[in-house]
């Protein structure tokens, strides 16, 4: 099918002239919005990552130009208007759980570096200062950690924490029996935030968990505590988390999303000056530290998302049902513009 491939990289194209075995793919390294969208004349498909905004605006212009369909190269689809999608009769998919150890994994790599500064240490050799000073960390072994999400990734996150010989609470609207056999602790929110040493946030992004780290929850979590958000920038008040920073309420921060991350992330800025003065604030702290939304980038999972993107384009030019197609709310008739 012809598709238009937006938010392109190279690692993209690698893996996914590797296993394409059909689709006419059209590789454009910028994202997909309002104002590329009448890029997409003559193609029935857009493929698109997560800092693409199909909103209801873009939606529409797609429509207007023939694309009846949008395969995400991603887990979440919270920058999708699915309201606006089902108006115009688009199709959606998504690659559901394409490597939850990749993500996990990442998140006990902020967890680490964040404990025992290993990032640090590796700058100081590098000068040959070989001074340990002020690089104190604490045992995992015996700490709370709370987890909020305890789908695909959050429940490989929650074993690895407890072979780490930690006391595992979580929280989630569904909770999972095996998770509970193996030995974490379903509580409510209050008793997460009052009694972890670290929480770590695997919950997608939705109306409920919007800001779901505000003044008020900050202030419920331990004094000194660590927080890691891998799942989407928005769940965090970024204003608020600066705040919590900047008194040390907030003992260290690691992340992997941020709420303003389309303007910045994937791209080098090195030689820019950065207008995002948020970001510039977190930057300038020794306890928080910041990738790029970087916890699927594995093999693994960089050839799991060619197959199945590649396989759900398939489906919707066969007219076959697509199991990774994200369901739409009720067309709202009239309301297609
Ligand atoms: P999943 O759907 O398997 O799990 C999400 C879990 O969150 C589910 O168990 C669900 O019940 C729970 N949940 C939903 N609403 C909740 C709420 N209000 N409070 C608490 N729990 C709630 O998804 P997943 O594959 O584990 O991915 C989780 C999130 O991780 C994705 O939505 C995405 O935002 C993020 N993600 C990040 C990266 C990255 O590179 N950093 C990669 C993939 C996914």
Redesign the pocket.
């Known amino acids: 099918m012809k598709t238009a491939f937006f938010s392109s990289r190279s690692y993209d194209e690698e893996f996914f002239d590797r296993f394409n075995t059909g689709h006419e793919l059209k590789y454009f390294p910028f994202p997909l919005n309002g104002g590329t969208a009448p890029l997409t004349d003559g193609f029935r498909a857009v493929c698109v990552f997560v800092n693409d905004q199909l909103d209801r605006q873009t939606l529409a212009a797609l429509s207007s130009r023939g694309v009846e369909f949008v395969v995400l190269r991603?887990?979440?689809f919270n920058n999708v208007d699915l309201q606006a999608a089902a108006d115009h009769r688009i199709r959606v998919a998504r690659v559901?759980?394409y490597s939850?150890h990749a993500?996990a994994e990442h998140a006990v790599a902020l967890i680490l570096t964040l404990n025992r500064k290993t990032h640090k240490a590796y700058n100081r050799i590098r000068e040959q200062n070989f001074s340990i000073e002020r690089l104190t960390g604490f045992d995992l072994y015996g700490k709370t950690v709370g987890v909020?999400?305890?789908?695909?990734?959050?429940s490989v996150f929650s074993k690895i924490m407890l072979g780490f010989g930690c006391r595992v609470l979580a929280?989630?609207?569904?909770k999972d029996d095996g998770l509970s056999a193996a030995g974490i602790t379903y509580t409510g929110l209050d008793e997460l935030f009052a009694e972890s040493d670290i929480i770590s946030l695997?919950?997608?992004?939705?109306p409920?968990?919007r800001h779901l780290f505000s003044a008020a929850s900050l202030g419920r979590m331990k004094r000194g505590a660590m927080l890691i958000n891998?799942?989407?920038g928005a769940v965090l008040d970024t204003g608020e988390v600066i705040r919590a920073l900047k008194t040390g309420h907030l003992g260290y921060l690691g992340i992997?999303?941020y709420e303003q991350e389309s303007a910045l992330f994937f791209r080098d800025l090195s030689e820019e000056i950065i207008q995002d003065d948020m970001i510039a604030r977190l930057m300038s702290f020794p306890n928080v530290l910041i990738t790029s939304?970087?916890?699927?980038f594995t093999r693994e999972a960089l050839e799991q998302i060619a197959k199945t993107t590649l396989g759900n384009l398939t489906a919707f030019e066969r007219e076959n049902a697509c199991p990774n197609e994200v369901p739409l709310p009720v067309r709202l008739t009239g309301h297609a513009g």
């Open positions: 991603c887990a979440g559901p759980g939850p993500v909020i999400g305890t789908g695909q990734i959050g929280f989630d609207i569904r695997h919950c997608p992004l939705t409920e968990t891998t799942s989407r992997d999303v939304h970087q916890g699927f």
